[in-house]
């Protein structure tokens, strides 16, 4: 009888403390972990960790971007050494998104992608639409860390010393958030008030709406992982991209009921089976 082959190992990055506002990373985290472990050799580690302790698994998985930018340095090692050792991350390295900060959305508005109007320097408020307010944030960040909303004449201080991008404030009628797992959308949620950003509601997704979201996965071309697709709903009707979280999206899994939590969690582990073997 043939030796039973071992389980793959995996790393699962994640601070279960991080204190998020409406948003409870730790539960997310414990629930995907407890289902993961039916099909993989599991440890949870915090982000300082991570780079220490790679080299015994056979990859890493990062979860949810509080942790990542609250300890950027860690992570860049975590990066580093990974690279080093050819030891595969999940999501994979290569996004274009949000994992490798804002800028992407200045790419994506100058060639006339349907993202909210964005540039990078005061200089340059003049190609965006008139506001009475514009949106101020960092190009790196999480969580609305640094995000300033100022009239139009406060524009030059607040951007003053770079690393920012500016927008019009756009008085949205909803955001909605559609969540991939590799190429296939596993489910949509939006915010009916404006307001409260993370009470989260099943939405129900036109074709037109799949195809503007599909449109940016295609664009990241990332072969595997977990993608989320903010967007906002503009007053002409028009879906506009807010961002392209391609990292470690939080999930909002407490949003669905059951069976589609459990449909996620095997989307999730049908995903990582296929990316060990990619990478193997």
């Known amino acids: 009888m043939a ?7 995996l790393l699962y990055v994640t601070d279960l403390t991080y204190p998020a506002r409406g948003r409870r990373y730790g539960d997310e985290d414990v629930h995907l972990t407890s289902r993961l472990r039916a099909d993989f050799d599991l440890a949870l580690c915090h982000p300082r960790d991570a780079a220490a302790l790679l080299d015994g698994f056979d990859a890493v998985v990062v979860r949810n971007s509080g942790p990542v930018a609250a ?3 860690a992570y860049e090692t975590l990066r580093r050494r990974a690279a080093e050792t050819g030891r595969p991350v999940y999501n994979p390295l290569t996004g274009r998104g949000d994992m490798a900060g804002k800028r992407y959305l200045l790419e994506l508005s100058a ?4 993202v909210i109007p964005t540039v990078g320097r005061a200089e340059d408020l003049r190609l965006l639409p008139a506001a009475d307010r514009y949106v101020v944030k960092p190009e790196t960040g999480a ?12 524009v030059p201080a607040a951007a003053a010393g770079g690393g920012v991008l500016v927008q019009p404030y756009i008085d949205f009628a909803y955001e909605v958030s559609f969540y991939f ?27 037109r709406d799949l195809e503007f979201a599909r449109s940016f996965i295609d664009w990241n071309t990332l072969d595997h992982g ?10 002409d009707g028009a879906l506009l991209l807010v961002e392209l979280e391609d990292l470690n999206p939080y999930l909002s899994l407490d949003a669905l009921d059951t069976e ?4 996620f969690a095997s989307a999730m582990t049908a995903s990582l ?5 990619a990478a193997g």
């Open 3 to 9: 030796p039973a082959r071992p389980r793959p190992r």
């Open 71 to 73: 300890c950027p340095e």
């Open 111 to 114: 060639a006339g992608w349907p």
């Open 143 to 154: 969580d609305s860390v640094g995000l300033r909303v100022v009239p139009g004449d406060a």
């Open 181 to 207: 797992v590799d190429h296939d959308l596993r489910y949509a949620l939006y915010a009916p008030d404006p307001g409260r950003r993370w009470q989260l509601e099943p939405y129900d997704a036109t074709a």
């Open 226 to 235: 977990i993608q989320r697709v903010d967007a906002c709903r503009a007053p």
């Open 260 to 263: 589609s939590r459990e449909s």
């Open 273 to 277: 089976h296929r990316f060990l073997r």
